[in-house]
């Protein structure tokens, strides 16, 4: 299976990024982010105290969650727009602290890669934890003042607090791997940052070939 894996912290452009590489190589595209927001939408909904794991579990262990074509679905119902809510961006970095969670969505995760096959998988930990093997990892990265400009989100969760909680929780905490390709994105478009990721695809791709 082969997986390009984006990772970075929030407002460096990852989302659109990856979805842009997909349409562009063909391949599958999982938004990681969105399985932690739908999980967090279900939390939410039974009134679950998000710092408290164990509730957080017994609250989403029933959930049935689907991402098809950027459509997120929980138990049958659309909440692709409502899972961009602040509340729930908010949610979403709370419950990914705690580690039953993240090892069930970590599972979720590559087994929807197994089902789909090739793929563009995006989000923090994935090249560390999700797809440490993946064929390329990209690790995008921005000046703070450029990402909360870019996150429409800012007001309600700052981007600070949010790469606090991401970078310092325990459990798979946002990591730069060392084969990973450094991407700063301060000043480059997105047509830019593709074309650097698409070179490197490439690259990556015909080194395979030549092994063998
Ligand atoms: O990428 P995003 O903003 O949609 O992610 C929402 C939250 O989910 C984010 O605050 C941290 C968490 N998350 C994570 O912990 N690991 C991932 N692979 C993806 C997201």
Redesign the pocket.
């Known amino acids: 299976m082969e997986v390009l894996a984006i990772d970075g912290l ?1 407002g460096t452009g ?2 659109t990024l990856a979805r842009m590489l997909a349409k562009r190589l063909v391949l599958n595209y999982l ?4 399985t ?2 739908m999980t967090a939408w279900a939390a939410l909904k039974a009134n679950a105290n998000l710092d408290d794991e164990a509730e957080v579990v017994r609250a989403t262990e029933g959930a049935a969650i689907s991402f098809e074509n950027g459509t997120c679905i929980v138990d049958g119902v659309d909440v692709s727009s409502k899972v961009r809510s602040d509340d729930v ?1 908010a949610a ?2 709370k419950i ?1 602290v705690h580690p039953q969670i993240r090892q069930k969505l970590l599972k979720w995760q590559r087994s929807w890669v197994d089902k789909h096959g090739d793929s563009v998988v995006e ?4 090249t560390s934890v ?1 797809f440490p093997d993946a064929s390329l990892k990209v690790f995008l990265e921005a000046d703070a003042g450029v990402r909360a400009a870019r996150r429409s989100e800012a007001a309600a969760d700052s981007t600070a607090a ?1 790469d606090q909680r ?1 970078t310092g929780r325990a459990t ?1 905490p946002l990591v730069k791997v060392p084969d990973a390709l450094v991407i700063d994105t301060t000043r480059l478009s997105l047509q830019e940052v593709e074309t650097l990721v698409v070179k490197a695809w490439k690259r990556q791709k015909s080194r395979q070939r030549e092994i063998g």
Do not use: H, I
Not at 31 to 34: C, L, Q, S
Not at 123 to 126: E, F, S, V, Y
């Open positions: 929030a990852k989302s938004d990681t982010g969105a932690f927001r961006s979403a970095s990914a989000g923090r930990d994935t999700v949010r991401d798979a």
